[in-house]
Structure formats: C-alpha cells, structure tokens
C-alpha cells in the first residue's frame, strides 16, 4: 500500500514557476514508477510526466517538454515536479501516481497507475 501526498500548488502568473512535490508512504515507495497527471475543470485526467524505478527514465507529455522537470529521491519517498514558464492552460489540479509495470508499459494511461494522491491546484493567471 502507498499514500501519496501533493503539495506546492497555488496561483501564479503567466511565465511564473512552481515546484510540485509528492510525499510518499510505504515501504516499497521506491520500487514504483511515479507519474504526474492534471485534470482541468471538464477535462479528462491527462498525463504529464512519469520517471520509471528501474531503469530510471523520463517521458514528458509534449506540451511540457522544455518547461517541466520530474525527478525523484527515493531515500526522502519524494517525486517533485517543477514547472517553468507556466501558462495560463496549464490550470489544472495536478495528481501525483504510483504504478507499477503498466505505468512503463502504457505510461499515459490513468488506468496504469494504482495509487493517487488527492490532487493540488495550480492557477496560472495571464
């Protein structure tokens, strides 16, 4: 079992930056593939970015790549997001997720990732 926590959301300005983190609990936190996802309001949940346990690797959401950065410390169970050039559809409530194996396999997938946390907002203003 894990609980994920995410914190670090907020409102900012266009171009502004944020640093999500997510706390994780559990013994076995840093044998998961961790992922991003958002969700704004009548959106589906869309993925943003995961970085897979063994072997690491990093796959961004192409409307990401160059402005946000995920990594992890397994020794801290956390996974931080930061956020640079922030725009204002960027607004969303950001998830962080735990998988396992399909979250490598189909790492976009909501459906691939079998733990969440409750979210954080992050409005970005123009």
């Known amino acids: 079992q894990v609980q994920l926590v995410e914190s670090g959301g907020g409102l900012v300005q266009a171009g502004d930056s944020l640093r999500l983190s997510c706390a994780g609990s559990?013994?076995?936190?840093?044998?998961?593939?961790m992922g991003w996802f958002r969700q704004a309001p009548g959106k589906e949940r869309e993925f943003v970015a995961v970085?897979?346990?063994?072997?690491?690797?990093?796959y961004y959401a192409d409307f990401v790549k160059g402005r946000f950065t995920i990594s992890r410390d397994d020794a801290k169970n956390t996974v931080d997001l930061r956020m640079n050039s922030l725009k204002p559809e960027d607004t969303a409530v950001y998830y962080c997720a735990a998988g396992g194996l399909s979250a490598v396999r189909q790492r976009a997938a909501v459906a691939s990732y079998d733990y969440w946390g409750q979210g954080t907002q992050v409005t970005v203003s123009s």
């Open positions: 559990g013994r076995t936190f840093s044998s998961y593939n």
């Open positions: 970085i897979t346990w063994k072997p690491v690797r990093i």
